[in-house]
């Protein structure tokens, strides 16, 4: 199955889909915001995304601390000052089409939905929302595609999600395998999940890396299928936030999209042929039958004057399966050393 966000398609035998997310990592600077958009085109990535959420729509009350987070404030502080301040959206939009980015922002409640579907050409559900059935049917009535994060999610979470999206006539459905911990050890990330997904619910699958590697993830998801590769990313690890230290540097977001077209031609076709860039070696190299003395018409091929030999730029003979076939033949006509013996040359 294949998708259609914006002018790109996702799924299998199309280029993968690569997200360059943001997130908050612009600490609620506009300037910075453009920066990370810069990053992003620069990588050549093909959106970037940012994440648009309100602190009293997500916790209650009073939630406490975030162990993880080692951070004095409480979670609501610190979500409230990650809030994507809304008035940017329209100068964003427009400065990541103009750097030839798609531009994607989650939602994580309804109204939130609703202020970005006039910007994204997709919904993104965020792990934590991935049992948020509401929130995921709301955003696939919108009949744009919707990725959903899978992290910290069980099999059964995940099929109520999808059937979710189904239930309202949305099939334009991409998961995300990812691993809720930041930064997520790579022997956590449970890759092969993604071929399960393509298989289960055939639909277009990909990774949500929240490790730190900016290769080892997102290479390995290649080799196995992925359609969408999404990475965090950061101007600076040292940044005041709590999403910048597991995130990728700019440097390394660029080598990453490299590396992932790299791999992608390295992975060619499932299809095996000899290449235009082989035929000179197999030409040279690939072993047919000659004749190792001078032969005269009539006389028996035998394994004392032909052998299974690398013709160099001798012009080569028949292909060695035919090498039992000739022996104890007759010549039909006088052959030289080192000449292949071709079809014709023997009764």
Known sequence: MKIKVGNKFIGDGEPCFIIAEAGSNHNKKLDMAKKLIDVAADADADAVKFQLFKADKLYVGKPGFADYLENKKSI?????????????????????????????????????????????????????????????????????????????STLEEICEAVEAARSVGNENIVLLQCVAKYPAPINSLNLNVIRFF????????????????????????????????????????????????????????????????????????????????????????KRAVHVTRDIKKNEIFSQKNIAVLRPGKVKRGLPPKFFEKIIG??????????????????E
């Open 76 to 152: 609501y502080e610190i979500i409230k000052n990650m809030e994507f301040p809304v008035e940017w959206l329209d100068e964003l939009f427009s400065y990541a089409d103009k750097r030839g980015l798609l531009f994607l922002a989650t939602p994580f409640h309804e109204e939130a939905v609703d202020v970005l579907d006039g910007y994204v050409p997709a919904h993104k559900i965020a792990s934590y929302e991935s049992n948020h059935i509401p929130l995921i049917k709301y955003a696939a009535k919108k009949r744009k595609p919707l990725f959903i994060s899978t992290g910290a």
């Open 329 to 346: 033949k007759k010549s039909t006509r006088d052959i030289f050393r080192d000449e292949g013996v071709l079809e014709g040359d023997y």
């Open 198 to 285: 393509k298989k289960k619910f055939h639909i277009p699958a990909g990774l949500s890396d929240h490790s730190r590697d900016p290769l080892i993830g997102p290479l390995t998801s290649i080799g196995i299928g992925a359609n969408v590769i999404e990475k965090h990313f950061t101007l600076d690890n040292k940044l005041p936030g709590p999403d910048h230290k597991f995130a990728v540097e700019p440097k390394e977001l660029k080598r990453m999209v490299f590396a992932i077209r790299e791999a992608e031609k390295a992975l060619g076709k499932e299809e095996k042929q000899i290449l235009s860039i082989e035929q000179e070696l197999y030409d040279f190299a």
